[in-house]
């Protein structure tokens, strides 16, 4: 059988640089556990730019169409602040989201216990936190028509955007948030505001319907969004896997990022439909951006795109054991006290570079 493939897009800033450190990692697999991917590279955002004129070639597109996953670091920065809206590297990012339609946008809270006195909450509230929250990510309020600030005939303005979700909108990404759950404590909670939201009452019936009807063995509770946001902050652990519109998904995923401290430890996974192979098409990344305020300096943390890969282990290679490794090593090394500059607590202490923290997992 050929080897799963991967399209690594390293992008701009500390993209190419913390993704130098999951080059060496998915190199390690192929030497040292016998799971060789076929990796291409391309280009994408600035990067792309520079050469072709876009953010994002048509070439490099397709090429995302057919592997089974892409691997993302960073784009922007600015240098590409003057360009116009259509060829700014953002556009890449969307095009790739857009055409190959990630519709379920997954982002893990999880707490290494190293780490454990970066969280804004107490120690014992978050120690050993393990959760997931599955944004829809392709439509609702975001998208929704009509949208637009129309003036009114006394000089007044509205500004006007809808909230419109279908029933399939609601159902794919239902199946998702179900798919990742059997894999994981077979638990969901679904979160709207169904007591004053039309479209929160029809989202509630169809994750339901789809729980009854596809995913019985699966424990489903509903929960009030704004009711959601106080239970992640007051006791995060009771959740497992969480599933929610756009708007809510944003708001909570970002609450729930900093739970558990630096944003160089987040990662994130965007799936959408199952391919002909029965893998979700998905793209995996650094919730972080280009930092252009250290890129270049050899300080940037590799351990969000390092997690990124992780993601894309258990869930685009069918590889959780090797997943679980991975993630492991990043404990005991932390657990070591390793820690690149952002990790630097008030009591400081000598940071490592970007290659010192990937070289030091690799070894664990
Ligand atoms: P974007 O708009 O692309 O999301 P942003 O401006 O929101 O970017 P980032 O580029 O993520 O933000 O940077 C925000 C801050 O976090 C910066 O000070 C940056 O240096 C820091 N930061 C981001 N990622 C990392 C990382 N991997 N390691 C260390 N620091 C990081
Ligand atoms: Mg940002």
Known sequence: MANPSLLILAGDGIGPE??????????????????????????????AYDVHG????????????????VLLGA???????VLDF????????LRLRKEMDLYANLRP???????????????DVVAGLDIMIVRELTSGVYFGTPRGITTQPDGSRVGINTQVYTTEEIRRVARSAFELARRRNNKVCS??????????????EEVQWVHDNEYPDVELSHMYADNGAMQLVRRPKQFDVIVTDNLFGDVLSDCAAMLTGSLGMLPSASLGAPMANGRPKAMYEPVHGSAPDIAGQGKANPIACILSFAMALRYSFDQGDEATRLEK??????????RTADLMGPEGGQPVSTTEMGDKILAA
């Open 75 to 81: 784009v922007g920065g600015p240098k590409y602040d």
């Open 18 to 47: 913390v993704m130098a450190e999951v080059k060496k990692i998915i190199s390690w697999y192929g030497d040292k556990r016998g799971l060789a991917f076929d990796v291409s590279e391309d280009l994408v955002g600035g990067a």
């Open 329 to 338: 090593a990043i404990e005991t090394v932390l657990a070591d006290g390793v």
């Open 109 to 123: 809270a999880q707490c290494f216990d190293a780490l454990a006195d970066f969280s804004s909450l107490k120690k």
């Open 86 to 93: 259509s060829v700014k590297p953002e556009r890449g990012l």
């Open 54 to 69: 876009v953010p994002l070639a048509d070439a490099t597109m397709a090429k995302a169409q057919e592997v089974d996953a």
């Open 191 to 204: 979160m709207e505001k169904a007591n004053v939201m039309e479209s929160g009452i029809l989202w509630r």
